[in-house]
T-cell receptor, first 114, second 113 residues
Framework: SAVISQKPSRDICQRGTSLTIQCQVD?????MFWYRQQPGQSLTLIAT?????????ESGFVIDKFPISRPNLTFSTLTVSNMSPEDSSIYLC???????????FGEGSRLTVL | AQSVTQPDIHITVSEGASLELRCNYS??????LFWYVQSPGQGLQLLLK??????LVQGIKGFEAEFKRSQSSFNLRKPSVHWSDAAEYFC???????????FGTGTQLKVEL
C-alpha cells in the first residue's frame, strides 16, 4: 500500500479565488490522477498528471480551470481556478504504485466555495 | 464510452443478513472491474478487482463479486453483514489498461442492529 497525503484536507474559499491542492506519496508512483466528487455524486476523473509535462485532461475539464503540475514522481498539485460555488467538491488524488497494480486514493480535499 | 450503473441508491440490511449490491457496466472490450468502499470522512478503499480468469473474485473483509459477461454485471456479495460495513460502495470499470476508472453513482449501505 501507500501513504497519500493531501493538503489541505478541507477549506472554505471565496468566489473568484483559486486554491492549490497538494498530493504527496511516500512510494514510487507510476501514474497519478485527480478525481472530483461533487456532493452526493460519484467520482469523475479530471486528468492524468504527467511527470514533467502537461496533464492529460478528460472531456469537460480544461487546463485553464484546473492547472496540474507534477514536478517529480511522488508529488502533484491541482489548482482550482476562479472558483464558483459549483466547484464545491471533494478532490481526490489517486496513484498507482510501482509493482502494486492497483489504484490507491488519498483521503481527499473537501472544498467549499461561498 | 464506458459507463457503470448501480441501480440501488440506498440499501438497508439487518446485521447478520446477506448482502448483494448490483453493478452493471457498459464497455466494448474486456472490462477491468472494481469495487471500492468509502466510509464517512475517509478515502476510498479497494475491496476487490477483476482483470481476467476466475469470474468469482474474493476480496477483503469477506466480500466477493462475480463477473457475468452475459449480463454485463459485477455484483458484490457478502454472506453476513457486520455493522461496520455501513458505508458507500462504488463499482467502477477501468480503461487505459485498467488505470483510468469510471465510477457508478454509488450505493449507500445502512446496517440495522
Amino acid at each position: 500500500s501507500a501513504v497519500i497525503s493531501q493538503k489541505p484536507s478541507r477549506d472554505i474559499c471565496q468566489r473568484g479565488t483559486s486554491l492549490t491542492i497538494q498530493c504527496q506519496v511516500d512510494s514510487q508512483v507510476t501514474m497519478m490522477f485527480w478525481y472530483r466528487q461533487q456532493p452526493g455524486q460519484s467520482l469523475t476523473l479530471i486528468a492524468t498528471a504527467n511527470q514533467g509535462s502537461e496533464a492529460t485532461y478528460e472531456s469537460g475539464f480544461v487546463i485553464d480551470k484546473f492547472p496540474i503540475s507534477r514536478p517529480n514522481l511522488t508529488f502533484s498539485t491541482l489548482t482550482v481556478s476562479n472558483m464558483s460555488p459549483e466547484d464545491s467538491s471533494i478532490y481526490l488524488c489517486s496513484v498507482i504504485i510501482q509493482g502494486a497494480g492497483e489504484l490507491f486514493f488519498g483521503e481527499g480535499s473537501r472544498l467549499t466555495v461561498l | 464510452a464506458q459507463s457503470v450503473t448501480q441501480p440501488d441508491i440506498h440499501i438497508t440490511v439487518s446485521e447478520g443478513a446477506s448482502l448483494e449490491l448490483r453493478c452493471n457496466y457498459s464497455y466494448g472490450a474486456t472490462p477491468y472491474l472494481f469495487w471500492y468502499v468509502q466510509s464517512p470522512g475517509q478515502g476510498l478503499q479497494l475491496l476487490l478487482k477483476y482483470f481476467s480468469g476466475d469470474t468469482l473474485v474474493q476480496g477483503i473483509k469477506g466480500f466477493e463479486a462475480e463477473f457475468k459477461r452475459s449480463q454485463s454485471s459485477f455484483n458484490l456479495r457478502k454472506p453476513s453483514v457486520h455493522w461496520s460495513d455501513a458505508a458507500e460502495y462504488f463499482c467502477a470499470v477501468g480503461t487505459g489498461g485498467g488505470n483510468k476508472l469510471t465510477f457508478g453513482t454509488g450505493t449507500q449501505l445502512k446496517v440495522e442492529l
